[in-house]
């Protein structure tokens, strides 16, 4: 399979790498890449090319399925979320890579619905959720990207502390980056008139952290163990945030996406960790007219 183009912009977004030298398993499918990590059985990051000019309006079609190029042991797979209130969660959304032809658009959607592209999240429903499952929509809407296209790259916070649950961590945070190009007309010393193109990106987290304090959330968390349900996670929190910052919960190198930032923070030494007073200035989102790109 093809996987994601790093050249789909017309500037290059390459596939990012883990800072750590950790060891991910590329999988590809059509127009949308995972990179697994076997040890965590969940995917590190996701990218996927958006062609907003050329998408396809198609029933919901697929079922979720093992990807059989990896280990089962590797893949979080239907028994995480048996019987529990935890639902799979694309990281590539169906929508999205479900651009071309019809054919072409049928069948990269169906490829969204293996588990290595699935992440747990909590089941009910709220605006929240809404508002980060369409987030590709305002980006595309908003942003006025060059040829209507834009590259988005998604995963979840991999925190050593995540809680355990049937044996996968349960991440408590997602990021998600979006990245399109701007062109201009520039006419630079008096020359002829050239377009020029610029690369751009906006970050975005999404929390699930449990509204808990330590102990009440350790008596939930025990009561859940005891139960076989999974561990407690609270309303979803969206957040637009700082690349920078998203680099260093990720651990993933996003290159060039750092500085195309339409809203830069303060990159930090080593692209560490955002430190707690960094996590005040992130500008919550309660609906699309919050989302600066």
Sequence with gaps: MPGYDAAFLDLSVPIPRPRDG???RRLDYPRFTVLLDPARRLAAATV???DGARLQALPRAGSWRLDPRAPASEQAGPELY???ALDRGHLVRRRDPMWGTPAEAKAAGEATFVYPNAAPQVGRFNQSKELWNGLEDHVLTYAQAHRRRVVVLTGPVLAPDDPVYRGVGIPRRFWKVAAWTLAR???PDGGPVREEVTLA???FVLDQTPLLDDGA?????????AADDAPPLGPFRTYQAPVADIAGLSGMDL??????DVRPG???PGGGEAAPEALAAWTPLRGPGDIRV
């Design 217 to 225: 959330l350790a008596e939930a968390a025990a009561r859940a163990l």
């Design 22 to 24: 950790r060891s991910l």
């Design 266 to 268: 303060d990159v930090r």
């Design 185 to 187: 007309w520039q006419t």
């Design 201 to 203: 990106s906006a970050g």
């Design 82 to 84: 048996h019987r529990n």
């Design 48 to 50: 996927v090319g958006i």
């Design 255 to 260: 290159g060039a996406l750092v500085s195309a």
